[in-house]
């Protein structure tokens, strides 16, 4: 089973909101990670969590602000955004193997847009 | 120079037809190396994981040449529902064990 699973699918905030992406995976994976995407482009990385733990933030503006309650769990926390910040909001999980990456799986991806 | 390059295309390919394509790195110390396919508006799904001696799944089959830092994908007898942004990803070596390096992503489209 290599099921991650985000919700919402779709999001409409305003620039003043607050709002929060959840992720869930059930495999067992040690990594988790938050990319951005827009249209035509490749995923961007945000957020990298290790064993629960951020270990890479992309310099993403502090609008954003990931949380991973445990290992199975990563949200991404959201206020204040900007109409540029409409995008496919991607998590993904992988294995946590020191010295190899590992395949990253990806969930269906939440579609922000920012009005 | 791009990290990874990927001809964008589209290629536009007949059904059965046979498709290639390449994509090239610039780090000597990346060690993994993937290929995605992205329908639109969904998600990237992993396709094939590449190894150093290659390898095949069905109809797919992927390969590595270290020496001229490429890798490649095949894909024989192509079927309409191969129609894709097909990704070539390639870790950024030793020193960034997460982080994955995209290419931009090539377009395939297979014709009836």
């Known amino acids: 089973d290599t099921e991650v699973t985000q919700t919402p699918k779709h999001l409409v905030m305003g620039m003043t909101n607050k709002k929060s992406l959840k992720c869930e995976q059930h495999?067992?994976?040690?990594?988790m990670y938050w990319y951005k995407q827009k249209a035509k482009k490749p995923p961007e990385l945000m957020f990298v969590y290790s064993y629960e733990k951020l270990s890479i933030n992309e310099s993403v503006p502090s609008r954003f602000s990931p949380e991973c309650p445990n290992s199975s769990l990563l949200n991404l926390h959201l206020h204040a955004l900007q109409p540029e910040d409409s995008a496919l909001y991607l998590c993904?999980?992988?294995?946590?193997?020191?010295?190899?990456?590992?395949?990253?799986?990806f969930g269906p991806g939440t579609r922000l847009t920012v009005t | 120079r791009k990290e990874v390059e990927q001809d964008p295309g589209p290629f536009n390919v007949p059904e059965g037809a046979t498709v290639a394509f390449n994509c090239t790195y610039s780090?000597?110390?990346?060690?993994?190396f993937f290929w995605y396919r992205q329908d639109c508006r969904k998600e990237p799904k992993l396709l094939m994981s590449v190894y150093s001696s290659g390898n095949e799944d069905g109809r797919f089959t992927a390969q590595l040449n270290r020496a001229s830092q490429y890798i490649s994908l095949l894909i024989r007898d192509s079927k309409l529902s191969d129609s894709a942004t097909y990704l070539c990803v390639v870790n950024g070596g030793p020193n960034s064990n997460y982080q994955l390096i995209w290419g931009a992503g090539t377009k395939l489209i297979i014709k009836p």
């Open positions: 495999m067992g994976h040690r990594a």
């Open positions: 780090n000597s110390a990346s060690q993994s």
């Open positions: 993904a999980s992988s294995q946590d193997r020191s010295g190899v990456l590992r395949e990253q799986y």
